[in-house]
């Protein structure tokens, strides 16, 4: 029996990809992670930085070399030398921006979780499609080298029948009942934060749930702080847990008949994977860009869509990305959480 090998990644080096001009809504600490891996690893250009705060978006285009700061998203949007948004706001605010800068004529890409609820998702989606601009989730592990092997070894069958998913995805806050996460107004909680990584992981893997079991507690402000969750796809099963109140160790692994696949932690990001079958073992070392500097390729991603005349990514088709959000949609109604104005 010959020893089992890893297939190599199809992704594109991301500096292949043409530049556009990218304009920042709302500076904060993802925005500064992507600026930065954007500006290292790929031939994107930030050209503006938007806020409420002219204050707080000079700041920002101070610390990360931004060309031009704004002190309002409108003219953020509405700039002639700006191709594509990048909302990266709080959850509560993604649907009005994003709709704010597609109705600009700007292609968008929206930090995940792409808006509060489904219902917010199909309404970006439709307003997209209608105006004929590219919308993007922005779960930076589906355009990951990695994600592409992987999916490659689920397309060759190398794993046999997929019966099991796990992944984790937990860490340590401070209870603030100000703070983003603990704020049900601005749709706080670790299921649009964290949870969405392990939720997004099985519908990669499985696709849609036939069923959706999910337990957990809540927050004294009325978000959720811990979730274990089962989601069924025919005979196969993800068993997947996220929660504010620990540090997890953030792993997920894909078993099957054939063997199974182990991602270290942080498996959202790039990650060890680790191939186990009957033949034998393989380990595929992470890739050479790391840490959150994995951001630049889904930028080079949406670029290259846009350069190819695309309006949504075949690596993660909107219609999934709404999906993805009605199955937490229904896991938020079995533990009763509801965010202000839904």
Known sequence: MSEPTLPAARTANPLQAPPLRWGV?????????FVDAVSRYTRQRVVAVGSRS???????????????????????????DVDVIYVASPHSEHAAQALLAIAAGKHVLIEKAFTRNAAEAAQ?????????????????????????????????????????????????????????????????????????????????VLGAPDTVVATGSITDTGVDAQVSLTLA??????????????????????????GYLELSGPFYGPARLTLDTAAGRVVRDPD????HHGL????AHLAQLV???????????????????????EIRRQLGVVYPGE
């Open 124 to 204: 970006v989606v439709a307003a997209a499609r209608a105006q004929g601009v590219l919308a993007m989730e922005a779960m930076w592990t589906r355009f990951l080298p990695q994600t592409d092997v992987i999916g490659q070894l689920l397309a060759d069958g190398v794993l046999g029948e997929v019966t099991t998913v796990l992944a984790d995805h937990g860490q340590s806050f401070e209870p603030d009942p100000q703070g983003r996460l603990f704020n049900p107004a601005l749709a706080g909680g670790a299921l649009l934060d964290l949870g969405i990584y392990p939720i997004s992981f099985a519908s990669f």
């Open 307 to 329: 350069a190819d005349g695309a309006t949504e990514s075949p690596l993660l088709p909107l219609d999934e990305t709404v999906r993805i959000l009605a199955t937490i949609d």
């Open 54 to 80: 002219a204050e707080r978006a000079q700041a920002f285009a101070a610390a990360h070399g931004v060309e031009r700061a704004v002190g309002s998203y409108e003219e953020l949007v509405g700039a002639q």
């Open 25 to 33: 809504l709302a500076p904060g600490r993802i925005a500064g992670a």
């Open 296 to 299: 630049c390729f889904e930028a």
């Open 233 to 258: 796809t025919g005979s196969a099963q993800a068993c997947l847990n996220t929660t504010l109140l620990a540090r997890t160790p953030t792993t997920a692994s894909i078993s099957g008949s054939a």
């Open 288 to 291: 050479p860009i790391t840490g």
